[in-house]
Nanobody
Framework: QLVESGGGLVQAGGSLRLSCVAS????????MGWYRQGPGKQRELVAI???????NYADSVKGRFTISRDNPRNTVYLQMNSLKPEDTAVYYC??????????????WGQGTQVTVST
């Protein structure tokens, strides 16, 4: 289960920090990340981070957003700075890895709304 927090309303140029906690014992999480879906748009990758610390960012957020991870706590963060109105979207946490039974899993959070006003 993934539980997100930290969304809200912010003015353009402001900052927000999203958090996502993954629960469930015995699961090996290999990748955690953030996706977003703006009004009338498809869901898109924002940033992902694997267990080794390798990151991948969407071009639109490079230099403004930073993804980080607390492996022992199965928590991933997204620090969003210099927010723009076009960043307005529902942000979804994603986690992928292996279950205690050795099968792969791919889980999504419920989403958290981020609204950036002009």
């Amino acid at each position: 289960q993934l539980v997100e927090s930290g969304g809200g309303l912010v003015q353009a140029g402001g900052s927000l920090r999203l958090s996502c906690v993954a629960s469930g014992s015995g699961f090996r999480i290999n990748v955690m990340g953030w996706y977003r879906q703006g009004p009338g748009k498809q869901r898109e990758l924002v940033a992902i981070l694997n267990r080794s610390g390798i990151t991948n960012y969407a071009d639109s957020v490079k230099g403004r957003f930073t993804i980080s991870r607390d492996n022992p706590r199965n928590t991933v963060y997204l620090q969003m700075n210099s927010l723009k109105p076009e960043d307005t979207a529902v942000y979804y946490c994603n986690s992928a890895g292996t279950t205690p039974w050795g099968t792969p899993f791919n889980a999504w959070g419920q989403g958290t709304q981020v609204t950036v006003s002009t």
